[in-house]
């Protein structure tokens, strides 16, 4: 059975930082990422990682304060965050895609975790 699970998030300060984890068990994919959802927003994309890490890509929005990897031999992927602000308040979500394309687009992850709540106050 499939199972993504986050954890780290929290209330933070602006300027401060998280870092968020997504444990991965039941099988490998060929790409996973974050993505976030504000209160009345859509869900957005946050970054990505192909399985093996050599490919990444970010949000205009987080780039150069956020950062994702993986721990393969832990079956963990995290998110790094730092410089947070306010505007970074949401519900993180973890994903994962077998679909062997990596993409920015909701539809193409087939996996999500349930979420953790990152708070960041002004």
């Known amino acids: 059975q499939v199972q993504l699970v986050e954890s780290g998030g929290g209330l933070v300060q602006a300027g401060g930082s998280l870092k968020l984890s997504c444990a991965v068990s039941?099988?490998?994919?060929?790409?996973y990422a974050w993505f976030r959802q504000a209160p009345g927003k859509e869900r957005e994309f946050v970054g990505l990682?192909?399985?093996?890490?050599?490919?990444?890509s970010y949000a205009d929005s987080v780039k150069g304060r956020f950062t994702i990897s993986r721990d393969n031999a832990k079956n963990l992927v995290y998110l790094q965050m730092n410089m947070l602000k306010p505007e970074d308040t949401a519900v993180y979500y973890c994903a994962a895609s077998s679909y062997g394309i990596l993409s920015h687009l909701v539809p193409s992850y087939d996996y999500w975790g349930q979420g953790t709540q990152v708070t960041v106050s002004s």
């Open positions: 990682i192909s399985r093996s890490g050599a490919s990444t």
């Open positions: 039941g099988r490998t994919f060929s790409a």
